[in-house]
């Protein structure tokens, strides 16, 4: 790791790149293995219910990131040594409460430029649904009408805060792949001595790895043509090593954890970006805009500075002080 350094000690030379490499890999085959550990390890009976299926898998990913961050600190501290609190331990992998609304604000604002024209095509394609439908605006203005508006509001996000889909798509999944595949596997080829890039676009292999076990369910939904699921889950692992490059990037450069979480959390809501749509040239101006800000403002909103107190004496791992 260049320049880094753990408690005053340089960490350049605690693991081989072999066994960062085997770490990593063995790290996110057991992620996977243990989301069908339940009923193929441990031969539960069938859960009663979709829920019950998925609060088994969220136990299951909660299993599998406190392993993987107790692994991977056996890996890095015992060649260390010393005496480590639980603070600085959670620090070392970016769990930190300092500076958050930095962490959130920042990342969530770079993030959505890419997502511009995603915007506008929403706009347009609300504004072309009002034209089709005979709208009394002033029954729209009405105190009536923004009270029923608020009340439906609020029963909608009551509703979504029951759906166990909503858990998994902005919580467990985004909290437990960042521990895993960022916390604790960038440490673990930085140590290893890979460059920063190098790491940065090495852990979305294994992030994709993690995505595999999708292909069933892809190859049935496709009515089990073999084709078309191969198109569909390429699709997907592309944008998986598109999307992890970015969120190893946003850790390396931040050291917070939060900042690749909440990147995560606002593209799992949005989906795949929209980069055209027919007829509507506005749409992908809006994305060329988008995309242009984005990379002029990638790194001077990930300034190293702007999200910890100092850059001198660096006690972490993922490097920041250096970059």
């Not at 394609?125 to 608020?150: A, K, T």
């Not at 107190?309 to 006690?315: G, H, V």
Request: proline share 4%; hydrophobic share 50%.
């Amino acid at each position: 790791m260049e320049g880094g350094e753990v408690r005053g000690r340089s960490v350049d030379l605690v693991l081989s790149e072999t066994t960062a490499v085997v770490s990593c890999v063995a790290m996110a085959m057991f992620y996977v293995a243990t989301l069908h550990a339940p009923t193929l390890v441990f031969r539960l009976p069938p859960p009663s219910s979709f829920s019950h299926f998925m609060y088994r898998r969220f136990c299951a990913a909660a299993l599998s990131s406190v392993a993987s961050v107790a692994f991977s600190s056996f890996l890095l501290l015992l060649p260390i040594g010393g005496s480590w609190d639980l603070a600085e331990l959670l620090s070392l992998y970016g769990i930190r409460g300092d500076h958050f609304w930095q962490a959130v604000v920042f990342p969530i604002s770079l993030t959505s430029m890419m997502y511009v024209g995603s915007m506008i095509f929403k706009l347009l394609s609300w504004v072309d649904s009002l034209r089709e439908h005979d709208i009394d605006w002033d029954n729209v203005l009405s105190m009536d009408y923004i009270c029923c508006s608020i009340r439906a509001l609020r029963e909608w996000l009551v509703s979504r805060a029951y759906n166990v889909m909503t858990w998994r798509n902005f919580v467990v999944a985004p909290v437990t792949e960042e521990l895993v595949f960022r916390a604790c596997m960038l440490p673990l080829l930085l140590c290893g001595g890979f460059r920063k890039y190098t790491a940065i676009f090495m852990c979305p292999v294994f992030f994709s790895l993690a995505h595999l076990n999708h292909f069933m369910e892809i190859y049935f939904q496709q009515n089990c043509q073999l084709v078309k699921a191969l198109m569909v889950i390429g699709l997907q692992l592309g944008y998986t090593v598109v999307f992890g490059s970015y969120a190893s990037f946003l850790y390396l450069r931040t050291g917070h954890i939060l900042a690749p979480l909440v990147a995560h959390v606002f593209c799992n809501y949005m989906g795949l970006p929209v980069l055209f749509s027919r007829r509507r040239g506005l749409v992908s101006l809006a994305f060329v805009m988008g995309l242009i800000s984005f990379i002029w403002l990638l790194f001077p909103m990930t300034r190293p500075d702007l999200y910890n107190f100092q850059t001198s004496n660096c006690r972490c791992w993922q490097g920041f002080c250096s970059w």
